[in-house]
Nanobody
Framework: VQLQASGGGLVQAGGSLRLSCVAP????????VGWFRQTPGKEREFVAA????????EYADSVKGRFTISRDNSKNTASLQMNSLKPEDTAVYYC?????????????????WGQGTQVTVSS
């Protein structure tokens, strides 16, 4: 499984962006998808996660009420809708797959990572 993240960009504070994470068409298994972010000099931070059936989602406190994670299994795609963006949301965002299907906030439990996509929020 290899993931590809896209959708980052430059946006003003208060604006919105939608990130996408695509797995190859041959991907099989009921994997969970997580989003993480990282800024230079800081540790990677959990953002959100969703299980295969969308029955379980988790969010970091810092994004609750502003970000929404979803997925479309027919397209092997997961999305992160980010609203009311703040300058502190600026980071490189990564998506990852947890092959056991658990919506865990711990990055070390994820098995496959995509390349990052830069999100920059200007004040």
């Amino acid at each position: 499984v290899q993931l590809q993240a896209s959708g980052g960009g430059l946006v003003q504070a208060g604006g919105s962006l939608r990130l996408s994470c695509v797995a190859p068409g041959r991907t099989r298994g009921t994997y969970a998808v997580g989003w993480f972010r990282q800024t230079p000099g800081k540790e990677r931070e959990f953002v959100a996660a969703i299980n295969w059936s969308e029955s379980s989602t988790e969010y970091a406190d810092s994004v609750k009420g502003r970000f929404t994670i979803s997925r479309d299994n027919s397209k092997n795609t997961a999305s992160l809708q980010m609203n009311s963006l703040k300058p502190e949301d600026t980071a490189v965002y990564y998506c990852a797959a947890e092959l056991n299907g658990a919506t865990t906030p711990f990055g070390y439990e994820y098995d496959v990572w995509g390349q990052g996509t830069q999100v920059t929020v200007s004040s």
